[in-house]
């Protein structure tokens, strides 16, 4: 009797223990395409992760997300992707979670790490399977989480996540600008989106199960069907806790005789710099190649001119390319759409249909920029409250030596990475203002250069740019230049008017500022009017502004507009002036360099000499005299106003 006693518990002992299992790492890594860091960073991860003794303990779902440049990964799925930022609060790239927590940068996750978690365990287990139609256009996805365990799983409002993944996707080319060409388990749609589904409010009893069935859409923009994976886990919403996670690996596809596939070899010519930014032909080009077994009768190409928005055409080729033949298809000559342009091209259907392998025929962008020989417009008033940091300034080219040595950057940015609390824009009247990074040490010596399409002058008499900036220095001693340049030949050659550098172009005297870069407060800004007389009565001249470090602070750029130029009066004794002009809604306006609240007396007299009642608001610009006023017709006015001591005298034209 005792015999039996002991063998039923000895088959309890081993029943009890096998019902824990071991607990999958589930690293969500957030990374981009175009993160330099990102770059220097993941190999380290991957090499880490896949060394023969990790075999088997981990997953990863890769979140591609959409700063701090382009990524189409990010561009195909961009809702679902910001949601899981959200989640996590991540504010930087790459930034890893393990099991639904927060470790920071790849290198946090060592060989240590590896083998404390792994030999975690948990009573969650998860089953998942999925298949793809015989037509490519869905994916079926089954599977169960239990508790296999004889204990409660403790917790609140678990939720089940299913996550469809391309096992990897191997680019020709970088798709972004940091080199990298392969991606791995990138997250592509989110069966459930991105709060899951809810599986149990409260603990997840012994023996427990919740089957799953999904039947989704394949997304179209999934660039090969046969490396589609599938990655469940199951949370908990509040605290994150990831306890389990399991794969379905991808699988063969489906022996469908009507599936094609092409590939693409670029013959296209775009504009370069050496024909000038005036040459904007573009001719779309393209040898293809039939990488199927049976003929090709038909294939789509469509063309897409990236600017502030996308741009697109198809073009459609006929004819019959035998299995391994190869043909060219010229496309002809179209104008390329002025301003920053990305040109990328990309099959839409092979006879039909998809082709089932995007990537051998994408025609990754080529960035340029083009612009009329001939003003897009006489007016420019930009406050950059409508550009995002992953935009262009409408109608610019932007230039730099460095990555991300200059960018548009928003109240939302500065407030969540240096603490402040202040708007961002000029006076802190707004929020997006841009950025030139003279403080980073990699950046010394190099330059940024933020350049327009050409401007209509020919009704401009006397034009002008005004412009508020703010700049600091952090020794005293740095000499940052920040220069505007004009060009009457489609920027083939450019002349200088107007240049500050080091102390002359502070606006922040303070320093010693041990926090980089600085915050610019309402003191901080400055407005600048610069003559350009050269390009008075020119339609088709432009202008660009140059920024060149040597690691001083930060230089702040916002609001830049065309004015008329009508006046100036200066005085030499203290070097006071005071300048008129007409901004391009007909709105005049005095600057000066006279200290705020000491010019009084503002007079206007018309050109008989008789005085002009016109509505005037003093506005102060740094600690300086800023006047705008309402001319009740098109005419020339002499202003006259004083300080204590001295006259200012200057003459204005208004036209209406």
Same mark, same amino acid.
């Given at each position: 009797?005792?015999?039996?006693?002991?063998?039923?518990?000895?088959?309890?002992?081993?029943?009890?223990?096998?019902?824990?299992?071991?607990?999958?790492?589930?690293?969500?890594?957030?990374?981009?395409?175009?993160?330099?860091?990102?770059?220097?960073?993941?190999?380290?991860?991957?090499?880490?992760?896949?060394?023969?003794?990790?075999?088997?303990?981990?997953?990863?779902?890769?979140?591609?997300?959409?700063?701090?440049?382009?990524?189409?990964?990010?561009?195909?799925?961009?809702?679902?992707?910001?949601?899981?930022?959200?989640?996590?609060?991540?504010?930087?790239?790459?930034?890893?979670?393990?099991?639904?927590?927060?470790?920071?940068?790849?290198?946090?996750?060592?060989?240590?790490?590896?083998?404390?978690?792994?030999?975690?365990?948990?009573?969650?287990?998860?089953?998942?399977?999925?298949?793809?139609?015989?037509?490519?256009?869905?994916?079926?996805?089954?599977?169960?989480?239990?508790?296999?365990?004889?204990?409660?799983?403790?917790?609140?409002?678990?939720?089940?996540?299913?996550?469809?993944?391309?096992?990897?996707?191997?680019?020709?080319?970088?798709?972004?600008?940091?080199?990298?060409?392969?991606?791995?388990?990138?997250?592509?749609?989110?069966?459930?989106?991105?709060?899951?589904?809810?599986?149990?409010?409260?603990?997840?009893?012994?023996?427990?199960?919740?089957?799953?069935?999904?039947?989704?859409?394949?997304?179209?923009?999934?660039?090969?069907?046969?490396?589609?994976?599938?990655?469940?886990?199951?949370?908990?919403?509040?605290?994150?806790?990831?306890?389990?996670?399991?794969?379905?690996?991808?699988?063969?596809?489906?022996?469908?005789?009507?599936?094609?596939?092409?590939?693409?070899?670029?013959?296209?010519?775009?504009?370069?710099?050496?024909?000038?930014?005036?040459?904007?032909?573009?001719?779309?080009?393209?040898?293809?190649?039939?990488?199927?077994?049976?003929?090709?009768?038909?294939?789509?190409?469509?063309?897409?001119?990236?600017?502030?928005?996308?741009?697109?055409?198809?073009?459609?080729?006929?004819?019959?390319?035998?299995?391994?033949?190869?043909?060219?298809?010229?496309?002809?000559?179209?104008?390329?759409?002025?301003?920053?342009?990305?040109?990328?091209?990309?099959?839409?259907?092979?006879?039909?249909?998809?082709?089932?392998?995007?990537?051998?025929?994408?025609?990754?962008?080529?960035?340029?920029?083009?612009?009329?020989?001939?003003?897009?417009?006489?007016?420019?008033?930009?406050?950059?409250?409508?550009?995002?940091?992953?935009?262009?300034?409408?109608?610019?080219?932007?230039?730099?030596?460095?990555?991300?040595?200059?960018?548009?950057?928003?109240?939302?940015?500065?407030?969540?990475?240096?603490?402040?609390?202040?708007?961002?824009?000029?006076?802190?009247?707004?929020?997006?203002?841009?950025? /030139?990074? !003279?403080?980073? $040490?990699?950046?010394? #010596?190099?330059?940024?250069? %933020?350049?327009?399409?050409? @401007?209509?002058?020919? &009704?401009?008499?006397?034009?002008?740019?005004?412009?508020?900036?703010?700049?600091?220095?952090?020794?005293?001693?740095?000499?940052?230049?920040?220069?505007?340049?004009?060009?009457?030949?489609?920027?083939?050659?450019?002349?200088?008017?107007?240049?500050?550098?080091?102390?002359?172009?502070?606006?922040?005297?303070?320093?010693?500022?041990?926090?980089?870069?600085?915050?610019?407060?309402?003191?901080?800004?400055?407005?600048?009017?610069?003559?350009?007389?050269?390009?008075?009565?020119?339609?088709?001249?432009? /202008?660009? !502004?140059?920024? $060149?470090?040597?690691? #001083?602070?930060?230089?702040? %750029?916002?609001?830049?507009? @065309?004015?008329?130029? &009508?006046?100036?009066?200066?005085?030499?004794?203290?070097?006071?002036?005071?300048?008129?002009?007409?901004?391009?809604?007909?709105?005049?306006?005095?600057?000066?360099?006279?200290?705020?609240?000491?010019?009084?007396?503002?007079?206007?007299?018309?050109?008989?000499?008789?005085?002009?009642?016109?509505?005037?608001?003093?506005?102060?610009?740094?600690?300086?005299?800023?006047?705008?006023?309402?001319?009740?017709?098109?005419?020339?006015?002499?202003?006259?106003?004083?300080?204590?001591?001295?006259?200012?005298?200057?003459?204005?034209?208004?036209?209406?």
């Amino acid at each position: 009797m005792k015999n039996i006693y002991l063998l039923l518990f000895m088959f309890i002992s081993l029943g009890l223990s096998g019902q824990l299992i071991p607990k999958k790492i589930l690293f969500e890594h957030f990374t981009q395409a175009s993160c330099g860091p990102c770059a220097a960073q993941n190999p380290g991860f991957h090499a880490l992760i896949d060394q023969p003794i990790n075999d088997g303990k981990w997953l990863t779902l890769k979140y591609q997300v959409s700063w701090p440049g382009y990524d189409p990964m990010n561009e195909q799925n961009p809702t679902e992707i910001a949601s899981r930022v959200t989640y996590y609060n991540v504010t930087g790239v790459p930034t890893i979670v393990g099991n639904g927590k927060s470790l920071g940068q790849p290198g946090a996750v060592t060989q240590t790490y590896m083998n404390t978690e792994s030999a975690k365990t948990t009573g969650i287990k998860i089953t998942v399977d999925h298949n793809i139609t015989f037509n490519l256009d869905s994916v079926y996805i089954t599977g169960v989480v239990e508790n296999v365990n004889t204990a409660s799983v403790t917790g609140s409002d678990f939720r089940l996540h299913v996550a469809l993944v391309e096992h990897l996707i191997a680019f020709n080319d970088p798709p972004g600008n940091n080199g990298e060409t392969e991606f791995r388990d990138v997250v592509r749609k989110l069966a459930y989106g991105p709060d899951g589904s809810p599986l149990s409010s409260g603990a997840i009893t012994p023996g427990k199960k919740f089957p799953f069935t999904i039947a989704m859409a394949m997304p179209d923009y999934i660039y090969d069907p046969s490396n589609i994976a599938v990655i469940a886990f199951v949370q908990t919403k509040v605290n994150k806790t990831v306890h389990q996670s399991e794969i379905s690996l991808p699988k063969a596809l489906p022996n469908n005789p009507n599936f094609r596939d092409i590939s693409l070899a670029d013959l296209s010519e775009v504009p370069s710099l050496a024909k000038g930014f005036c040459a904007n032909d573009v001719n779309p080009k393209v040898e293809i190649t039939n990488q199927s077994k049976a003929d090709v009768n038909e294939v789509v190409i469509r063309t897409t001119f990236d600017g502030i928005g996308p741009i697109t055409k198809d073009y459609t080729w006929t004819g019959t390319l035998a299995p391994g033949a190869t043909t060219e298809f010229d496309m002809g000559i179209t104008k390329a759409p002025g301003g920053t342009q990305t040109f990328s091209m990309q099959v839409v259907s092979v006879n039909g249909s998809r082709d089932i392998n995007l990537l051998n025929n994408i025609i990754p962008g080529t960035t340029f920029f083009t612009m009329d020989s001939k003003g897009y417009s006489k007016v420019l008033n930009e406050d950059l409250e409508n550009v995002t940091s992953a935009q262009f300034i409408p109608h610019t080219l932007e230039i730099e030596q460095a990555y991300n040595f200059m960018l548009p950057f928003s109240t939302a940015q500065m407030n969540a990475q240096f603490g402040s609390t202040t708007r961002a824009g000029a006076y802190e009247e707004s929020d997006v203002l841009f950025w /030139f990074l !003279f403080w980073q $040490v990699a950046y010394k #010596g190099q330059q940024g250069i %933020l350049m327009y399409e050409n @401007l209509d002058f020919s &009704t401009n008499t006397a034009p002008g740019l005004q412009f508020d900036y703010a700049y600091g220095q952090i020794l005293g001693t740095e000499n940052d230049q920040f220069i505007v340049e004009t060009s009457v030949d489609c920027g083939k050659t450019w002349k200088q008017v107007w240049k500050k550098t080091g102390k002359a172009l502070t606006t922040k005297t303070d320093l010693g500022n041990t926090t980089l870069p600085f915050v610019p407060l309402k003191e901080h800004w400055k407005t600048e009017t610069v003559p350009m007389p050269a390009l008075a009565g020119i339609d088709g001249a432009t /202008f660009r !502004f140059r920024g $060149v470090s040597a690691n #001083g602070d930060a230089l702040y %750029l916002d609001n830049i507009k @065309l004015v008329t130029i &009508t006046g100036t009066n200066d005085t030499k004794s203290d070097n006071y002036k005071m300048t008129a002009g007409m901004d391009a809604f007909g709105t005049g306006f005095i600057e000066t360099n006279i200290p705020a609240g000491e010019l009084k007396n503002i007079t206007f007299y018309n050109a008989n000499g008789a005085i002009v009642n016109m509505p005037t608001k003093r506005i102060n610009i740094g600690g300086f005299d800023y006047f705008e006023f309402e001319a009740p017709q098109s005419g020339v006015y002499m202003i006259n106003g004083n300080t204590s001591n001295q006259l200012f005298s200057t003459k204005v034209i208004i036209t209406k």
